[in-house]
């Protein structure tokens, strides 16, 4: 990242949004070490946004003095809950890249193998997430979502629905679209 996409996602997020992705971001591994040791690695995929969503309605909600703006603008609350869940799987990636992992890769290959852990085998990761970055980089259809869900279909885990597949696919491109925003 240039330093210009990096003042561009300060002003784009906000510092309130950064601060609570960095807050969700540590609340999700927290709880993927405890107690949700046991969850199936794809119920985890969405995590990052449902926490990221929660402490941004409580956050709104405390700074607004208004529980009621959460009723009258929710669909703000859940667009900024949904920046949340991006930019905390964003530092995450970017975590496991530049502090746990050796390897390096693109920050989107990064977050599309966290999205796709537990709905193609582990050996595989990886390797789809790359096929799946390329994809969506080398699309100007505007069909990203689709050719994502096309090869996540050729290699995912038994027991996937299709309909898994279908929102993994847009979970993908969204937030994706999310980091590049600015």
């Known amino acids: 990242m240039t330093i210009i996409e990096i003042i561009d996602t300060f002003t784009f997020y906000g510092i309130d949004v950064m601060l609570l992705a960095s807050l969700t971001a540590i609340t999700v591994q927290v709880f993927k070490l405890t107690f949700l040791k046991r969850l199936k690695r794809k119920l985890l995929t969405f995590l990052p946004f449902v926490l990221g969503t929660l402490f941004y309605a409580a956050y709104s909600a405390l700074v607004k003095m208004d529980l009621a703006f959460l009723l009258t603008e929710y669909t703000q609350v859940i667009e900024h809950g949904v920046s949340v869940g991006a930019l905390a799987t964003l530092l995450y990636v970017l975590y496991e890249q530049f502090v746990r992992d050796e ?15 537990g709905y193609v085998p582990k050996k595989s990761v990886a390797e789809v997430a790359a096929l799946i970055a390329e994809a969506i980089e080398k699309d100007v259809t505007g069909d990203g979502a689709k050719r994502a869900a096309q090869i996540l279909t050729e290699r995912m885990e038994e027991g996937v629905t299709e309909r898994d597949i279908q929102l993994l696919a847009k979970l993908i491109i969204e937030t994706l679209a999310h980091m590049t925003a600015g």
């Open 103 to 117: 390897k390096s890769v693109s920050a989107a290959e990064g977050v599309i193998a966290t999205l796709i852990e």
